[in-house]
């Protein structure tokens, strides 16, 4: 065999060994800072930041990335500089013969880089693993699935969670539409969200919800399992999508239902038909008229974001669909089992959550089981990420050889 073939061949056996351990390591959920696969992505991670903030001109996906990746960067330069001070530590050590008191200094010395060099090590795994969170707002959509009036009364429960939810995390929420049953349940819901980490977090609640509990209105029967699916789809912002106000007619009227006597004796409702495709939204549940046509007008751009593109269009209802699916009771992510006095996550990163009445009162239980969620979802982008480098990298080796 030739020199450059047998060079060749070397380098692509370690490439598939790399993979192979890294695999492994993957299995058992860990980030092994040692590992050839991830010093490679670190490598390429360094390379591309380097890059990137050689351009003059940046466009806006590339000046996003930058700021992604600089703390990152930032950490591994401070990695860098420790090991190369442990290297220095090291040459200094056998320069100085027998010296006791030098060489004991030297052990001091290299106990604290030892030690800040966890902490850097530490601080560089919570960086890789930590969910990135944004400013945003979603419109969260809410509909009683199988299950009768049961999942109605439910879906009421879940609104408020939701609603309860958002107030304690200081999130800016308006009500969207409320339809209320005779007995207090609700057929559909929806809410606008707005705050920082309301995109990545309450995307998490997006798919069907079971519930498992006796009917109220059969004391001592059976556990009836009932459904309700959630739908959450990102705001537009109106830079985003601007609506022309000779395309949409505005028309008022007086509030329907339970609202108290101002709601019902003065034109507060708001319905707003979208000329150009039919699209209509009502709001009804303020008191005031101009908050009513503002969330109005939210949920509009919202739902026309759907419409403006075929291509996000098609994107959007897919993803609508597979979130909510059929609503069928085998197809869920989450129950809630009254009986047992539990609610579990089924999606990876789940896992059981005891005291149900107060993890529905919308608290830490709920924001712990989102967080665990995005972090699970976090760990597989970043490992498919390191996966797709190194793919990439064999690809190059055998087409340069």
């Known amino acids: 065999m030739s020199f450059p073939k047998l060079l060749f061949l070397r380098s692509f056996l370690n490439s598939e060994r790399q993979l192979l351990q890294f695999r492994r390591h993957c299995s058992h959920n860990i980030m092994n800072l040692s590992d050839p696969a991830i010093q490679t992505y670190l490598k390429h991670l360094m390379v591309e930041h380097e890059n990137l903030l050689s351009k003059m001109k940046k466009s806006s996906e590339e000046a996003r990335r930058l700021q992604e990746i600089k703390p990152i960067v930032n950490v591994l330069e401070q990695r860098i500089a420790l090991y190369d001070s442990i290297e220095s530590l090291k040459e200094l050590n056998k320069k100085e013969g027998d010296d006791s008191e030098i060489k004991k200094m030297i052990k001091e010395e290299a106990a604290i880089y030892l030690k800040r060099l966890k902490e850097i090590d530490d601080d560089l795994q919570l960086i890789l693993l930590e969910p990135p969170l944004t400013e945003g707002g979603v419109l969260l959509e809410l509909t009683a699935g199988a299950g009768g009036q049961e999942a109605m009364l439910f879906a009421k429960e879940l609104f408020n969670m939701y609603q309860s939810y958002a107030i304690n995390k200081g999130w800016e929420v308006d009500i969207a539409s409320f339809d209320l049953t005779e007995i207090g349940g609700v057929r559909k819901g929806s809410m606008l969200i707005q705050g920082f980490g309301v995109p990545e977090l309450m995307r998490m609640e997006a798919g069907v ?172 982008l970043l490992l498919e990420e390191i996966e797709n480098i190194l793919n990439k990298d064999r690809g190059k080796t055998i087409e340069n050889n």
């Open 209 to 380: 919800h079971r519930v498992q509990r006796i009917p109220a209105t059969e004391k001592g029967g059976r556990i009836h399992t009932s459904t309700v699916t959630v739908a959450i789809l990102p705001q537009p912002s109106e830079i985003e999508l601007n609506i022309p106000e000779r395309d949409v007619v505005i028309e008022t009227k007086r509030a329907s239902g339970a609202g108290g006597q101002h709601v019902n004796t003065t034109d507060s409702a708001v319905r707003l038909i979208h000329t150009p495709t039919g699209t209509t939204v009502e709001c009804q549940e303020g008191r005031s008229q101009i908050k009513n046509k503002q969330i109005a007008m939210q949920k509009l751009r919202t739902l026309l974001l759907e419409k403006q593109i075929q291509e996000q269009a098609l994107k959007l209802q897919s993803e609508r669909k597979s979130q909510v699916g059929s609503g069928n009771r085998n197809e869920k992510i989450r129950t809630y089992n009254f009986p047992q006095d539990r609610v579990t996550e089924h999606r990876d990163g789940g896992g059981t959550f005891h005291n149900l009445k107060g993890f529905m009162e919308g608290g830490e239980q709920l924001e712990q089981l989102q967080e665990s969620l995005l972090k699970k979802e976090r760990h597989k």
